[in-house]
């Protein structure tokens, strides 16, 4: 007799176990298949590709029942992806890496910084299809419930469509009523950049401190991106590439008499 | 009269300040401007493109002499780069970034772990000509000395040649005799994966802890690759660009029906 297996979907973000937006996506992720979620014990935000090879790894089931297994890990986003591969679901296939919901957004430059999108470009290089979802909203009480309904849209999308091995998506909603949503844009990467600022304090004792804060430029005007799409209430659906080559740029370099 | 100021060039790294590779590339560097050395204090191998705003950064000033000016970041190599452009160099503009040299290789995967490559991708993000080098060695205590010519070649390349304002450069350099080493060639990034291990190990008390390690494939075969042209005792150049955009899938997600 043929056994049907469910399809065996990996959940991790970077906001941290706890986090409202993982719980939401795990709850979509549930009508598709066994779901494992594996995620960062506290928040990872910004923490990027990072991984942790210096320092000992910890990590320990915090919760058990049919159909969902929940792990924390003391690292980072892309800590978690390995320690699930390598360990908790070691010889299995993962048919599908889903990462966030982020809160707060993942467009433009924000993609190379975020380690939500790290656990997604990680699970490409495996080869696992890999979809990264973020709410444009850094509430950490965000409500995820009203847009529960778009991420399962795109997931089925992409279980029929099937992603090639080396795209990912990085998806990002509107912080909006979902009436006021008007549908889906295929986009690209938006090349703003972030403008810093450095605050100094001085601490107790004396010396020096500096807080990091910025804010995202606007310098790409392109009505194609995902800033100009998330600014006017369509949810932004990026592909993303692991290949980082210039491709473009080859035969020029080769010109150069190097 | 007109005056002629030396092209400021930044320095940073992701070994640390008082890393062998970056006082080599910092010599080379000084043929061909004012050098400021902005790079964390220790170790930041594996950071990627992490950065710190959930916690305080501090940094101070380390060496000081005509020409050259050191600083120590307590904090990953991106924290070095905003904390240089935010403060130290506020209002000046760099006309060249160079990273490295990194003590062991970052060609195919390795190029998205790499603090080392994060520096030279954020420098490019800001607008900056930007350089990453590496050595295919992880020996701590590789002499730098037989490479410096290579560097030098490069820098002197890319100064007259000037890099488009999306494109950088990753460099690897065999870790072979100088007079073995057969030339240049530009590549692209081996599409290679790390496999890992996760090596369980029990605390005095008794709890588990994990080590990660692992080494990478060599599933690319391709003989125009980054790993392949260190492996045959070529240089690396490889034009990298900070646009994730997967172009070649964007007709196709759109016809997904979303």
């Known amino acids: 007799m043929e056994q049907h297996t469910l399809p065996l979907i990996l959940v991790i973000n970077d906001d941290g176990v706890d986090a409202n937006g993982i719980k939401a996506l795990t709850e979509v992720a549930r009508h598709f298949g066994n779901v494992v979620v594996v995620a960062p014990s506290r ?25 969902l297994k929940v792990y924390k890990v003391h690292g980072t986003p892309v800590d978690a992806f390995k320690v699930a591969s390598c360990d908790i679901l070691k010889g299995q296939k993962v048919d599908l890496l889903l990462s966030g919901i982020n809160h707060g957004s993942n467009t433009s430059s924000s993609l190379i910084y975020s380690g939500t999108m790290a656990a997604v470009i990680e699970g490409c290089l495996n080869g696992i299809p890999s979809i990264g979802f973020s709410l ?15 991420v399962y849209e795109i997931i089925y999308y992409a279980m029929r469509n099937q992603l090639p091995p080396d795209v990912c998506l990085n998806v990002n909603i509107p912080p909006v009523a979902k009436e006021e949503i008007l549908g889906y844009k295929i ?13 100094m304090r001085t601490d107790p004792i004396g010396r020096p401190y500096y807080w990091l804060s910025g804010h995202l430029g606007d310098e790409d005007k392109g009505e194609d991106t995902d800033e ?6 369509y949810i932004s659906v990026q592909p993303v590439q692991v290949d ?15």
């Open 244 to 258: 980082m080559t210039a491709y473009h740029y080859m035969d020029k370099l080769k010109m150069w008499g190097l």
């Open 187 to 199: 986009t690209r990467q938006a090349m703003n950049h972030w403008h810093e600022e450095l605050e």
């Open 43 to 67: 928040s990872q935000s910004g923490k990027s590709h990072a991984i942790t090879f210096s320092n000992p790894l910890r990590y320990r089931q915090t919760y058990h029942s049919a159909g």
């Open 228 to 233: 100009w799409a998330v600014r006017n209430n």
């Open 136 to 150: 444009a909203d850094n509430n950490g009480h965000s409500d995820f419930e009203p847009y529960k309904m778009f």
